[in-house]
């Protein structure tokens, strides 16, 4: 009986698509893996309309390695970094034949570290002890830090990571049966020129 091949998933917006991008596509079809995107549809994670129409983006998706790619439901492209990441991952785990979620970051080691710190009990009662007139991403940094240290608490600054995260949190609370890969980013860090 031949081996079930391996498919990977990649949750994007390819607004627009770039060198990066397909980097990343090329390490995800590595070993003969199938790729699969989940893309968002003609609005974008900040509100925003696309540069490209989803048909657009998916020939670019498809011209560029991916054998399959859904539409991300508006809801959830829209949404916050945490809604965009569940939403993602609810939609490549319900495939049932997606594996590996790839995303492009920083090593994984301290991702996962802040995701399970972010879904503890000791995270709740951290953040309670922020100061409630700092803004919810400083707050929950310093809270972050208390449990996981600085270094590791200041990734939650990079907007890739934050993402990464937030993807590695889903799997968890979903109990999707997902393995996380992360790929080193390529040039100028999210929204830099």
């Known amino acids: 009986m031949p081996e079930k091949r391996k498919v990977c998933a990649v949750i994007c917006e ?20 199938a790729l699969v995107c989940v893309l968002s549809g003609n609005f974008v994670q900040r509100g925003e309309p696309a540069l490209l129409d989803k048909w657009a983006r ?3 998706a498809l011209q560029s390695g991916a054998d399959l790619v859904l539409e991300l439901p508006l809801p959830w492209a829209m949404a916050g970094a945490e809604r ?9 785990a319900a495939l049932g034949n997606v ?11 301290p991702l996962e570290r802040l995701a399970e710190a972010l879904l503890s009990p000791a995270f709740s ?6 100061d409630p007139a700092l803004p919810f991403a400083q707050r929950r940094q310093q809270a972050a830090a208390r449990l996981v240290g600085e270094d590791t608490a200041t990734l939650l600054t ?15 609370a979903q109990g999707a049966a997902l393995q996380a890969e992360t ?3 390529l040039g100028a860090g999210h929204d830099r020129p």
């Not at 698509?17 to 070993?31: I, K, M, N, P, V």
């Open 14 to 33: 390819l607004n627009p698509l770039h060198a990066g991008h397909q980097a990343l596509f090329a390490h995800a079809r590595e070993g003969g893996r």
């Open 183 to 185: 790929f080193p980013r």
């Open 84 to 92: 965009f990441a569940a939403g993602g991952v609810a939609l490549a």
């Open 58 to 60: 998916t020939k670019l």
């Open 99 to 109: 594996d590996t979620l790839l995303f492009g970051s920083e090593e994984l080691q």
């Open 158 to 172: 990079k907007p890739n990571c934050i993402l990464g995260v937030e993807y590695l949190k889903a799997i968890r």
């Open 125 to 130: 009662q951290a953040l309670q002890g922020e």
